[in-house]
């Protein structure tokens, strides 16, 4: 296997693997006593392997009674090749022939192993072997089947889980990590249903309830009143105590505020937009947490599809969202739309624990947690382990870096399009296009579907093309760069097109403009919201609060502003099509100049 994976790596790595090769007269002899019982034959070959190999150098001897315990019989192997064939057999198994499997080698077991020294993904097979070399000097080694149980156990998951989890997978089943990013990515469809719902039930409780544009903005701008606080806070609380439980806590808890909605609006303006912040609160806290998850049982090879896949699940709801909203409203009242919504919700809560999404899968788990599960299986080490690995979140370190303005700028500009969007789109049509409400709710549906079948090709894309040997850092901004761009001339369009008279404008060619906006928009997904991870998967939950903070302004700031200049000008395209143009085009050129997909040093 190693010389397979050597005439993969070229002479050069082969030149530099031969310096750091342990020396050739230390090798595992064969245990004299291997042909006994099991328990005399183990301690009998830790005494011969002890005092068989005086040579040997101190790190080869702490180690030296396991490895003669496993060689025992007719092995006979040398220097850290014996150490991966004494990995355990489910071990073995996910581990082919680099001659046999080539890059899908490199790309599935390499990467998970090896941290990435920013773009500098050429070097991926020599840091492998070198690694392979010195991995019993670092005591990484796995030691039997209690440290196996424990690495497939993940960081504190319960050890049954594992092997069935390994079994399915074997067996053609959905692996346990991808299991847990299809119930966030569910939990994003729900959050952005229960955001959309408003911005279609606006229009028939402004009619009802006698508000003015301004009152329609402050009413769908204090969601992200709310959705601000708890950007940063969300953060720092995914890193201490996993985004599992933060993601739970958020999902009830806008559940529960779109729940009391309906009654609230009885009760006055400023009441039902308490509940809005209520609801931002809540979903507030989804973005880091699930950032926290990902972050932890993802490895990087699968992190664009993992990103896309939960982070679509927003353009998803928005389109069930506004698929449900018009028929729902037409025919049960505006009402409806809150209770049904929160009611599905709660049931995710329910099913949630249910998928134990803090267990990690054995063939993703990343170096630094195998080594916390090697501590769990000593006892008493983990605790030690785990408090070392407890440090403060280093927020100057962050607000000095440039490639951290630059995701914080992207996010700002990129979220003034498409909150300001979400919350006018369907008032645009009836407004503007003189629609009704159930058609404005199906024409703004639109946009949100060709996003959504935008969504599933733009990460594989991406990790194609840094297998083809991209640097990361070019992907981030090519994808960046294409969901501002095009969205930003496409806004531009829809400013000369927007007629003066409503009913009186090409209401396809418009809605075709709007669709392919957002088709290109969703190449963000592989841009700015995978830049967090790649800068620092430990501290990614807090960057992308920090950066959310700042995303989460648009909602507050554009939407109200939107309302405000449409009263005053009476013009769509000076109250929301240049201004949304001009943050998409400041973005570009700001993550386009200060971008990167470096590790960072606070990692």
């Known amino acids: 296997m190693l010389a397979a994976a050597r005439s993969g790596a070229g002479g050069l790595a082969t030149q530099q693997r031969q310096s750091i090769r342990p020396s050739a007269s230390w090798q595992l002899r064969p245990a004299p006593c291997a042909t006994a019982g099991a328990a005399a034959a183990g301690r ?14 101190p790190s080869r001897q702490r180690l030296g009674s396991s490895h003669a315990a496993i060689a025992a019989g007719d092995l006979q192997r040398r220097g850290p090749l014996a150490q991966q064939q004494r990995r355990p057999a489910a071990r073995r198994r996910q581990l082919p022939p680099p001659a046999a499997e080539g890059e899908r080698y490199q790309q599935q077991h390499v ?13 991926t097979i020599y840091t492998a072997l070198a690694d392979m070399e010195t991995s019993l000097d670092e005591g990484d080694a796995f030691q039997g089947a209690p440290l196996a149980a424990a690495t497939a156990a993940g960081d504190g998951a319960a050890g049954d889980a594992a092997p069935a989890a390994a ?14 990013v299809g119930m966030m990515a569910l939990s994003f469809v729900l959050c952005n249903m229960d955001k959309v719902n408003m911005s279609v039930a606006v229009i028939p409780m402004a009619k009802e309830l006698g508000w003015s544009a301004m009152e329609r903005g402050l009413v769908s701008s204090s969601f992200f009143w709310g959705y601000s606080l708890t950007q940063i806070p969300a953060g720092w609380v995914s890193t201490s105590i996993g985004g599992a439980r933060v993601l739970f806590a958020g999902v009830a808890l806008w559940s529960l505020g779109t729940l009391i909605a309906p009654p609230a609006a009885k009760m006055g303006l400023l009441v039902l937009c308490a509940t809005r912040l209520f609801v931002g609160l809540g979903e507030g806290l989804a973005p880091s947490s699930a950032t926290n998850v990902m972050a932890r049982i993802v490895p990087e090879q699968e992190r664009a599809r993992a990103v896309t896949t939960v982070f679509g699940g927003l353009d998803v709801g928005s389109a069930i969202g506004l698929l449900l909203c018009g028929p729902l409203i037409h025919w049960f009242g505006w009402q409806s739309v809150f209770y049904l919504f929160a009611l599905l919700g709660l049931v995710w809560c329910l099913a949630w624990p249910l998928f134990k999404p803090e267990q990690q899968d054995s063939d993703a788990l990343p170096r630094m947690f195998r080594r916390r599960a090697a501590a769990a299986a000593d006892g008493g080490a983990a605790p030690k382990a785990a408090a070392a690995e407890r440090k403060p979140v280093p927020w100057r370190a962050f607000l000095s870096n440039s490639a951290v303005w630059a995701i914080i700028v992207a996010h700002f500009c990129f979220n003034w399009g498409y909150y300001t969007l979400l919350a006018w789109l369907p008032s645009y049509f009836e407004m503007a296009l003189g629609l009704n409400v159930e058609r404005s709710s199906l024409l703004t549906l639109i946009p949100y579907v060709s996003m959504t079948i935008m969504t599933p090709l733009v990460g594989p894309i991406a990790d194609g093309l840094v297998r083809k040997g991209w640097a990361v850092t070019n992907v981030r901004k090519l994808s960046q760069g294409i969901s501002f761009a095009g969205p930003a ?43 967090h991870q790649d800068l620092s998967p430990k501290y990614a939950a807090a960057l992308l609060g920090l950066s959310n903070t700042a995303g989460a302004l648009p909602g507050v700031l554009g939407v109200t502003a939107a309302g405000y200049l449409l009263d005053k000008t009476g013009s769509w395209a000076q109250a929301l099509f ?16 200060f971008a990167s997909s470096q590790r960072q040093a606070w990692e």
């Open 111 to 123: 990467a998970p192993e090896v941290p990435m020294a920013g773009d500098d993904q050429a070097s």
């Open 489 to 531: 001339a496409c806004m531009l369009a829809l400013a000369f097109l927007t007629p003066s008279t409503p009913g009186a404008g090409p209401t396809a060619l418009i809605v075709g403009l709007m669709s392919l906006a957002f088709a290109l928009g969703a190449w963000a997904r592989a841009g700015l919201y995978c830049n």
């Open 44 to 57: 009998d070959c830790r005494a011969a392997a002890s005092s068989s190999t005086p040579e040997s150098p």
């Open 578 to 593: 240049f201004p949304t143009a001009a943050c998409q085009l400041l973005g570009l050129v700001v993550y386009s100049i």
């Open 167 to 180: 079994a399915a997978e074997q067996a053609g089943g959905i692996p346990h990590r991808w299991q847990v």
